[in-house]
Structures are given as structure tokens and as C-alpha cells.
């Protein structure tokens, strides 16, 4: 620093917060709202904020600008007043402002080279007292872009300088003050290039996770709507499934009586008709949750099957060809309508499985057993026995089944029967399983 400088008051270091950060004291005062007003009613708005985007982008670039800033004037007075050692003041001129245009890429590297430079003014105090501020940029730099190590490291350089400063003055008792008063501006640059490395850290932290959240709502997103088509996907395979087979075996029954039995093939046929209508009813239920409010205003006129819609469906399953019996025990109690639906579709997919795969002549059978606790429901026939029945290789009968018992905390098993020939589908709900659900 040079030893010609005067002490300046203290509240010049409001002056040093623009120098040192003038890009963003710019933004700033061009963001304020006396400047919104006057940058509207002038229509430059949309030129000022490309303009700041553009800074944004190109911070080198800007820092460049802001150095040919300061070097013209000052290359205008030493080129009108030359000093001493023109080429020292030359070279001391350039190494001092120069390096600054690359401070945010290379912080530690500039304030080496403007420290040196520093050094040099004080040994020969060829230039004017005005570029005593380069350092103070270029460790206002260090403190924003650098470690604290590094930072410390620039601030004992700094220190040093303001040593030798204060040594210079020694003679007009004026050292003292000197030092406090240079001392004062190194802490204040270190503090302000702190706080920016604080509070970019802080934007940072807070755009990471604005970028993370969203990306976890973006999860749930897709999560609640893959779980919504799944239970779509569900129901509508167990209406599909089932009203299709009964129909398809209603109609060759009565392809087959038609000559024979005229009478049962007319019944056979309008009972396939009465099942496809009643399957389109409920499809319509079940994409009327696709369709809004309108959709599901349509759906509340249409209840959810339950268990006393179990002798509809048996009756039809009868009337398609397979003979089904129906057991009951134990009283039933208060059960949800989502667990009466539960059971109704595990035993409407058991009994469309053994209908699509049971050998001809095959019965089933099925019982519900209603305890205090639980609900238990198992569905037999006497068809073929296979370790894997052909509906399950990449189908979704049994995984179907297992989640819509899961969903209320039961369990539920199907497979070959231990004893005898045929399949056995088993499921036990609580009975406290969804206990409030409409």
C-alpha cells in the first residue's frame, strides 16, 4: 500500500462493500423499486434484465469491464503525470488491477500477484494513493471463492502490509492509527467475502433442495398414480375376467341346445345379456374414477358388490356350467364395504380360474367362516391339479387377489389341495380391517 495514504474515516467502508461486490450492488440498484418504476415507464425492463442474465453468465467477462473501468482514468493520470520510474509505475499499475479480471476463476493466484504488486507501490511509491483498494478486492476474492485457510493466509499477508503502512507514518505519530484504520478495511473485506461464500452456500443448499423435493414429489407422483392404475388395472380384470367367461360359456351352452333345447338356449342367451349389462355397469363405475366428478357422481349411483351380491354371482357361475355350493358359519359381523368387496372378487376370480381350467365335470365349493376376529373365506373344486395353473404364467389373478387382501392387513394362499384332486384358494381378513371405510 502506499505510504502517502491519509486516513480515511471508518464509514468509507460502506463505500468498500460497493467497490469490492459492484456487480452485485449494480443488480441490486437496478432491481430496486424507484428503478422498476423508472426502467418501466422508459421500456427498458425486458434490456435491463437480459443484460443482468447475460452478467450472470459471464462473470469474467463483467470482471473485465469493471477493470477497464478503473484502469482509464488511472492510465489517463499517469499518462499526463508521469512518475518517477515510469516503467515500475507501468508495470505496478497493470500487476495491480490487471489480474483482478480473473479473481473469481483464480481468487489465490490474483491476490499473490496484487499482494506482490502492493509490496512494490510501498517500496517505491510511484503510484497514486487511489490504488490502494486492488488488495482489498483481491482478498475480498480469496474470502468468497477460497477456503478459510487460504482466506487466513491472505489476511496475515494483508496484515503484514498494514504493518509496514503504519511503519511509514511512524514519524508524524500517526502509526497507530494507521494501522487500526487499515487493519479495519482487511476485516471488513474478509467479513463481506465470507458473508457472500455464506450466503451463495445457503442459495445453493436451498436450490438443492428445491431441486430434491421436487424430485420426491415427482416420485410420489408417479407412485400414487402407478398404485392408482394398478387398482384400476385390478378391477378391471376381475369384472372382465369374470363377466367374459360367464358369457362365452352361456353362449356355447346355447349354441349347443339351440336345436335340442330351444327353450335353455333362449335362457342361456338372456343370461349372457343380462351379465353383459351388468358388466358394463360396472366398468362404467370403475372408469367413471377416471372421469372427474361427473364420472364419480355416476359411480355413487352404482354400490360396490359385497357379500350380498355372493348368490348373484353363483347363481351365474351355475347357470355358465361349473355347480358351486355355498357354506356359511358363524354369525356375520360388521364388516366394511372395502372387505366385503375383498371377498367378493377373491371368490369371483377363484371360481372364474376354475372355470377356465378345471377339467369338465368339475364342482367347487365355497365356505365363509366369520369369527369374532376375522373372516376367513377358502374356495374348493375338484378339477385337474397343476403346480402352476396356465392363468397364473404372466397373469394377475392370484397377485390381484393377494393385494386386495393385503391391503387389509389378511394373508392369503392358493394352490394344489393337500388331499384330493383340485385347486384351494384360502384368505383370512380381520375383521377390524378397514373399519370406517365407505
Not at 460502506?14 to 422498476?36: C, E, F, I, N, Y
Not at 475480498?140 to 496484515?159: C, F, K, N, Q
Request: hydrophobic share 50%.
Amino acid at each position: 500500500m502506499s505510504s502517502a495514504t491519509v486516513p480515511e474515516d471508518p464509514g468509507s467502508r460502506r463505500g468498500l462493500r460497493a467497490v469490492v461486490d459492484a456487480p452485485t450492488t449494480v443488480s441490486a440498484w437496478l432491481s430496486s423499486p424507484g428503478m422498476k418504476r423508472f426502467l418501466q415507464a422508459a421500456g427498458l425492463e425486458n434490456a435491463v434484465r437480459r443484460g443482468q442474465r447475460w452478467g450472470a453468465s459471464h462473470p469474467t467477462l463483467m470482471d473485465a469491464l469493471f477493470v477497464a473501468a478503473i484502469l482509464a482514468p488511472l492510465s489517463g493520470r499517469l499518462y499526463l503525470h508521469p512518475a518517477r520510474h515510469a516503467v515500475a509505475s507501468w508495470v505496478l499499475l497493470v500487476a495491480f488491477f490487471v489480474p483482478l479480471a480473473l479473481r473469481r476463476r483464480f481468487p489465490c493466484t490474483v491476490f499473490a500477484v496484487v499482494a506482490a504488486a502492493a509490496f512494490g507501490q510501498w517500496a517505491w511509491d510511484v503510484l497514486p494513493p487511489q490504488v490502494d483498494f486492488a488488495p482489498l478486492i483481491a482478498l475480498y476474492s480469496v474470502a468468497a471463492h477460497a477456503s478459510i485457510r487460504r482466506t487466513l493466509a491472505a489476511v496475515g499477508v494483508m496484515e503484514v502490509g498494514a504493518v509496514m503502512v503504519a511503519e511509514s507514518w511512524s514519524h508524524e505519530n500517526e502509526a497507530l492509527r494507521i494501522f487500526m484504520f487499515v487493519s479495519g478495511m482487511v476485516t471488513a473485506a474478509t467479513v463481506l467475502g465470507v458473508n457472500t461464500r455464506t450466503r451463495r452456500a445457503y442459495f445453493a443448499t436451498l436450490e438443492e433442495r428445491a431441486r430434491r423435493l421436487e424430485f420426491e414429489r415427482d416420485q410420489q407422483s408417479q407412485i400414487a398414480a402407478a398404485a392408482e392404475r394398478a387398482s384400476i388395472a385390478r378391477e378391471v380384470h376381475d369384472v372382465v375376467t369374470h363377466s367374459l367367461s360367464v358369457m362365452v360359456a352361456l353362449t356355447d351352452g346355447a349354441s349347443y341346445a339351440v336345436h335340442t333345447a330351444p327353450d335353455r338356449a333362449a335362457e342361456a342367451v338372456a343370461k349372457a345379456s343380462e351379465v353383459g349389462r351388468q358388466a358394463i355397469t360396472d366398468m362404467q363405475r370403475v372408469l367413471g374414477v377416471l372421469r372427474g366428478s361427473a364420472g364419480a357422481a355416476m359411480a355413487e349411483l352404482h354400490p360396490q358388490p359385497g357379500l350380498a351380491q355372493l348368490d348373484t354371482l353363483l347363481a351365474e357361475v351355475r347357470v355358465a356350467g361349473l355347480p358351486v355350493e355355498l357354506v356359511v358359519s358363524g354369525a356375520r359381523p360388521d364388516l366394511s364395504s372395502g372387505v366385503e368387496l375383498a371377498v367378493f372378487r377373491v371368490v369371483q376370480e377363484a371360481l372364474t380360474n376354475t372355470r377356465k381350467h378345471a377339467e369338465p365335470g368339475a364342482s367347487a365349493r365355497v365356505r365363509l367362516d366369520f369369527a369374532a376376529d376375522a373372516v376367513e373365506v377358502t374356495v374348493l373344486d375338484d378339477g385337474a391339479t397343476a403346480a402352476v395353473r396356465p392363468d397364473e404364467v404372466g397373469g394377475h389373478g392370484i397377485a390381484g387377489m393377494k393385494e386386495r387382501i393385503a391391503a387389509f392387513g389378511g394373508e392369503l394362499d392358493a394352490g394344489p389341495r393337500g388331499i384330493g384332486r383340485g385347486w384351494r384358494v384360502h384368505a383370512r381378513v380381520p375383521v377390524d380391517a378397514g373399519a370406517g371405510t365407505a
